[in-house]
């Protein structure tokens, strides 16, 4: 059954505290692991922002990462992908969410990684995803950060 982790980040503004930075922290763990993530966004401009992130979050790494919109990407496909659709049958490890609702296809992950910024919308609509996974029985843990 997959595993939900929430990481709630603190109330304060430091730029290492925001959800794309904590997003690209998350994927170097994952990744480092051995793991592949989907990151799962609402639209083109946070790809964008998490695409950039992932190039220079870390000074020295690199994180393997494409963008995917739904066709096929050309082998070997790297170890992250960050899209709006539906992800491809080789990321089903770490689903990454940075979406306000829960992607339907949630449920084929090990993992998935709910990212909470400190924003009282984003907060409240992240309550509505735990209690959505916590009546559907997933195994739930909360990191505050």
Request: charged residues 25%; proline residues 8%.
């Amino acid at each position: 059954m997959t595993r939900i982790d929430f990481y709630i980040l603190p109330d304060d503004t430091a730029p290492a505290n925001n959800p794309v930075m904590t997003a690209c922290k998350l994927c170097d763990k994952a990744v480092a692991a051995g793991h592949r993530v989907y990151i799962q966004v609402p639209d083109a401009g946070l790809a964008d922002e998490v695409d950039g992130a992932l190039w220079s979050f870390r000074q020295g790494s690199f994180i393997g990462h494409e963008r995917f919109d739904g066709r096929a990407i050309e082998e070997p496909l790297p170890p992250v992908l960050i899209g709006t659709v539906e992800p491809p049958d080789s990321h089903h490890g770490v689903l990454l969410n940075l979406c306000l609702n829960i992607p339907d296809h949630f449920s084929r992950f090990e993992r998935v990684l709910e990212v909470v910024a400190p924003d009282a919308t984003q907060r409240a609509k992240s309550r509505e995803r735990y209690k959505f996974y916590r009546d559907r029985g997933y195994e739930l843990a909360t990191h505050n950060l």
